[in-house]
Nanobody, 127 residues
Framework: QLQLVESGGGLVQPGGSLRLSCAVS????????IGWFRQAPGKEREGVSC????????NYVDSAKGRFSMSRDNAKNTIYLEISSLKPEDTAVYYC????????????????????WGKGTLVTVSS
């Protein structure tokens, strides 16, 4: 059974950094596109970044370029999202999701990640 479990969230001061983890079980990272998404209070879920199948390409939403960095550890079957220079507007629940149906590339629109989502990890940026 495919499962995704996020961790690493917490309370961080503005300007700080954080590394979120997404542990994937039941599926090889080379068999699916994996995405990071976030949902701020009162807002819709939005895409942040994604790996294509096998991690050949990485896409970032424009607002994430420069401060967000997605990486992977195939041995641990884990995806990471590092966020630097955190801002209060980064406060959100961060989710990872898998799309095993994509052939190439990856989508930043959560619509395409139909079945496989983690439960999220809360990041709060506040002084």
């Amino acid at each position: 059974q495919l499962q995704l479990v996020e961790s690493g969230g917490g309370l961080v001061q503005p300007g700080g950094s954080l590394r979120l983890s997404c542990a994937v079980s039941g599926l090889s990272l080379d068999s699916a596109a994996i995405g990071w998404f976030r949902q701020a209070p009162g807002k819709e879920r939005e895409g942040v970044s994604c790996f294509s199948v096998g991690g050949k390409t990485t896409n970032y939403v424009d607002s994430a370029k420069g401060r967000f960095s997605m990486s992977r550890d195939n041995a641990k079957n884990t995806i990471y999202l590092e966020i630097s220079s955190l801002k209060p507007e980064d406060t959100a629940v961060y989710y990872c999701a898998a799309d095993p149906t994509v052939v190439s590339g990856c989508h930043l629109d959560p619509f395409y990640y139909v079945h496989y989502w983690g439960k999220g990890t809360l990041v709060t940026v506040s002084s």
